[in-house]
């Protein structure tokens, strides 16, 4: 508060029910954390008759040899194949429209996944990214694998979309999906002003995991949603972030990040998600540029924004702007945003967050 960086304090009677509220709303009302997803845990693949022996091995590793990477067998089904072979020229052309600017001809240092075990994650090699693997790589399926939570806890889980849940299910899945191409088309003119070498290759990364998360949502629409589904994939790649006639669904995917400090503050406040994207995140972002700026204030002994602008760093004025639209636009995004969503969680899950 004295430093001006936060401009609310809830006092000693409601902070422990403030900061309840705040995780839980954090936890629930993240469009990743909705439907936890990201983790590319929900129906991962035909389970067996609960023989542990059974279970399909090839799971584990991934097909690079096919047109579409995968560890889902997919050539075992021609038509799924088909369609998600149709759609992929369709992502590649988008991917070089709303991709990185400027990045296509260079060689990127970047993480791909060669099996999807632990280990199999950090696979590092020299790439240019359109012509980056991207597939489908779900977790194996676990034999006899039970729903832990709602009204169906201790039901098999299921393999198919219960016809019950269908249009919740399908509304969810595109609402997370949408929010993949769109933060890379937030991101979009980010690569032409990155502060380091270091922030640079860590764009790029997340930049290419939100196209694997892309492909893990249009998996699951092809695979489970029929007609739909391939509807609203090709949909997915139409919308575009900001775009007055057909914007990206989520309000907050529709703001833009045109610069580095937005950027930051977008995944530590607003998105919160994909474990690789906070890992690639975790050593810079927010917290360093206030390190860097509270440093330069000892030295200097000032606040005046003038002077620490002129000693190369952000002020403090300028850092409140910021985080103070990074919180109502990420309020507006947990609160008013996925209400619907909510809503229909909650009634599959009336216990609380996911
Ligand atoms: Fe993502």
Request: with cysteine.
């Amino acid at each position: 508060m004295a430093l001006g960086l936060a401009t609310a304090a809830p006092d000693d009677i409601d902070l422990a029910d403030e900061i309840r509220i705040a995780i839980e709303e954090r936890a629930s009302m993240s469009p990743d954390a909705l439907t936890g997803m990201e983790a590319n845990l929900l129906f991962g693949g035909n389970e067996t008759m609960g023989d542990p022996r059974l279970v399909d091995e090839s799971m584990s590793t991934i097909n690079y040899s096919e047109k579409i990477p995968n560890n889902v067998n997919l050539s075992e089904d021609r038509t799924l194949q088909r369609a998600l072979e149709h759609w992929q020229p369709n992502y590649l052309n988008w991917w070089k429209d709303m991709g990185p600017d400027g990045s296509h001809d260079f060689d990127v240092y970047l993480r791909t996944a060669v099996s999807v075990d632990p280990a199999g994650w950090a696979h590092f090699d020299y790439v240019k990214m359109p012509d980056y693997r991207w597939g489908i790589f779900l977790n194996p399926a676990e034999a006899g694998r039970k729903i832990h939570f709602g009204e169906h806890k201790g039901e098999d889980a299921w393999q198919d979309v219960p016809g019950e849940h269908r249009a919740n299910l399908r509304r969810i899945i595109v609402t997370q999906g949408d929010t993949e191409p769109a933060s890379v088309e937030q991101q979009h003119h980010l690569g032409l002003t990155a502060p380091s070498m270091y922030d640079l290759r860590n764009l790029f990364q997340i930049n290419v995991e939100e196209g694997c998360h892309l492909w893990t949502m249009v998996y699951q629409l092809h695979r489970y949603f029929g007609r739909d589904g391939r509807e609203e994939a090709e949909a997915l790649l139409e919308r575009r972030s900001g775009d007055e006639e057909n914007p990206r669904i989520l309000e907050a995917f529709n703001e833009k990040t045109p610069d580095w400090l937005s950027f930051f503050m977008f995944p530590y406040f607003t998105d919160r998600d994909g474990k690789f994207q906070l890992c690639a995140l975790a050593e810079s972002g927010v917290s360093r540029v206030l390190q860097r700026t509270a440093q330069v204030m000892n030295e200097l002994k000032t606040d005046d924004p003038a002077r620490l602008r002129a000693a190369g760093v952000i002020d403090l004025p300028t850092i409140r702007r910021y985080l103070n639209f990074q919180f109502s636009v990420t309020i507006d995004l947990f609160r008013r945003g996925p209400v619907l969503q909510r809503h229909h969680l909650l009634q599959l899950c009336p216990q609380g967050p996911l």
